[in-house]
């Protein structure tokens, strides 16, 4: 069996519209998240990552394009241009295209949209971007709430594995949005102030977007110096609620502990791991309980979300980049805002960014309707 990597990246994000940019502003410990007054999306201030509309815009601009799009389509425009460009592969039926999201263009059905409601169809999302790039194949749509990201890696390499693809440009975004937020905050849960996952005194989530594309393939000779191969993968859906996660951690805990049988290592062999994190009570204990289980409770382990919010299903994927480039560094990202652990099972939270030789990393996403998944990345 032949190895699957992940090759040429970017991110679109509040941090940066390269991947090299961003983890710059990573390893300063600069965070994105603003206080963005809320008239239009929220009748009181909020915590949030945005991405600025003339900075879009303008790149958006620079591109060939034939027909308009919406602020979402612009993002996974402008973030996938990059690494088609870079890889200068050919796109034959041989190449695959993955588009993941949560929500997709759920901005168009607010009031004074200029585009049809019919827009707000996912299916649309990705024959926008098949249509504006020339895919030959039909666009893969993952949609299965904030593990989008990282299952859409785990089904690429699926599909590489199972020779239908040599190649599989995989794509995710979300937005943030007056019905996001509106949702998040019905619930009781977003934040009045940058959250701070697993720490005591966290008050809750932060909502934020990007937009971040990767090249999946089988051809080690279309590597760049962060590329990484993806040793394993699985995703577990428990079923535990519609919202709320399982008490036991009983879906993640299933999908770390195949994707490392898969991948062959044990849990000791994982040098440090890339958490969902969202800041909220049940996420973390649940996570903190899986974690244990799992016997990570030892490893190395931060969550992205003080930095970005949380991007939902663009998480997934914006976080793997950044593990690649944390293992081309050698360096640990502090999980920014931690203070104090507020979990009942021990993590070993990273307080600061430091460095230190990794060789592997494991990532983790859960979400709504008791979705996990996980996987595991070496370097090359």
Do not use: W
Request: hydrophobic share 40%.
């Amino acid at each position: 069996m032949y190895s699957t990597y992940l090759s040429y990246n970017n991110i679109v994000s509040s941090l940066g519209f390269d991947s090299t940019s961003v983890v710059d502003q990573l390893s300063a410990e600069v965070s994105g998240l603003r206080l963005i007054d809320g008239h239009e999306i929220l009748d009181r201030p909020f915590y949030s990552s945005m991405i600025s509309e003339d900075a879009l815009n303008d790149a958006f601009e620079r591109l060939p394009t034939s027909s308009p799009k919406t602020r979402l389509e612009k993002m996974l425009v402008v973030s996938l241009e990059n690494i088609l460009e870079a890889s200068k592969i050919e796109l034959t039926d041989r190449v695959g295209l993955i588009v993941s999201t949560t929500k997709g263009n759920i901005d168009v059905l607010e009031e004074g949209s200029k585009f049809p409601k019919e827009r707000a169809y996912l299916s649309t999302i990705g024959a926008e971007l098949q249509n504006h790039f020339g895919f030959a194949t039909e666009p893969i749509v993952v949609s299965n709430a904030c593990v989008s990201g990282i299952l859409a890696i785990v089904t690429a390499k699926r599909l590489i594995d199972q020779g239908t693809f040599d190649h599989v440009f995989t794509v995710a975004g979300d937005l943030v949005t007056k019905f996001i937020i509106s949702g998040f905050n019905s619930f009781q849960a977003l934040s009045d102030v940058p959250c701070r996952p697993y720490c005591k005194s966290r008050s809750g989530i932060n909502i934020g977007e990007v937009a971040a594309s990767v090249l999946v393939t089988r051809d080690n000779n279309r590597l760049v110096d962060e590329s990484v191969e993806i040793l394993g993968g699985a995703s577990c859906n428990d079923a535990n609620h519609i919202s709320g996660p399982s008490r036991t951690g009983e879906g993640l805990f299933l999908s770390v502990t195949s994707a490392l049988q898969e991948a062959n290592l044990s849990p000791g062999e994982i040098d440090y791991v890339s958490a969902h994190g969202t800041a909220t009570m049940y996420n973390d204990e649940m996570e903190a309980i899986a974690f244990n289980r799992a016997g990570l409770a030892n490893t190395p382990l931060n969550s992205l979300k003080g930095y970005f919010g949380h991007t939902l299903g663009a998480s997934g994927l914006l976080e793997t980049i950044v593990g690649m480039h944390s293992l081309k560094r050698n360096t640990l990202f502090a999980s920014k805002g931690f203070q104090e652990l507020g979990v009942s099972q021990p993590l070993n939270i990273i307080e600061k960014t430091t460095s230190k030789k990794i060789n592997t990393f494991l990532k983790t996403a859960s979400g709504f309707g008791g979705t996990n998944t996980a996987a595991v990345f070496r370097n090359v």
